[in-house]
């Protein structure tokens, strides 16, 4: 199945320059892209070389997401430029392991969006993994400054991602206190990776988009994420045709 995503043609999200891709190769090693993706051609050229079996990009977006190294190197080689945290998206999966049924994770993924479009999160977009969905929100990130003004003021962008984490433990745990099942513990990480749309799992299915709200089809240029993307059914009801 790694032969496919040499030939995949990926959908780059919004903000694709501020984001790390890695490559997981044939023998489980991983490789992190030491380049900044803009375009669908950029990402194309390291699929055809390297043939991954799995590709991913970071949640958060970074000032130099070629260089990103590690939140626990604050030992002597640590440089801030490394860890230059802007800012993020925030992504929650729902995996078919952890219910008892299709229609048990279908139901929970039905309660969290409504419960995130009812505090204001309007932009997002389902893909299917191959083991369940994960969902993307593309607004969290205004909405969250929006509701706490204070994180713009700190200056230390490494204080800033733990600032950040802390905000996503509370809405994280305010999700759970509404009975809401998904992978509390990665839903937390500012340093998660999640997997790139229309490239493939290593079992060999797409990581396909099936649905999207609002993503803006004049972004990204210069590629056919924009045409790939309109064809995506939208749809008003709660995700009620999911099954």
């Known amino acids: 199945s790694g032969k496919m995503n040499a030939d995949a043609i990926p959908i780059i999200l919004p903000k694709s320059q501020f984001r790390q891709y890695r490559l997981k190769l044939c023998g489980g090693t991983f490789i992190k892209i030491k380049d900044k993706i803009r375009t669908q051609s950029d990402l194309i050229k390291y699929l055809k070389k390297y043939n991954p079996i799995d590709v991913y990009q970071t949640v958060s977006w970074w000032l130099n997401p070629q260089l990103l190294g590690s939140r626990i190197e604050r030992k002597a080689g640590f440089r801030i430029l490394q860890n230059f945290f802007l800012g993020m998206d925030f992504v929650f999966d729902f995996d078919l392991d952890d219910y008892n049924s299709v229609i048990e994770m279908q139901d929970n993924l ?29 607004d969290f990130n205004d909405w969250l400054l929006n509701k706490y003004p204070n994180l713009k003021k700190i200056a230390n962008p490494l204080d800033r991602e733990m600032a950040y984490r802390a905000k996503l433990i509370k809405l994280v745990n305010e999700l759970k206190s509404k009975g809401i099942k998904f992978d509390y513990n990665v839903s937390t990480d500012t340093r998660r990776i999640f997997r790139v749309p229309n490239t493939f799992h290593r079992n060999g299915k797409m990581i396909q988009i099936i649905y999207t709200s609002t993503l803006k089809e004049s972004e990204p240029k210069g590629d056919d994420s924009a045409s790939l993307i309109r064809g995506v059914p939208k749809q008003t009801a709660e995700m009620q045709s999911l099954g």
């Open 110 to 138: 039905d309660k969290a969006i409504f419960t995130f479009k009812s505090m204001g999160l309007n932009d997002y977009m389902v893909l299917e993994t191959g083991r369940g969905f994960q969902t993307v929100f593309f």
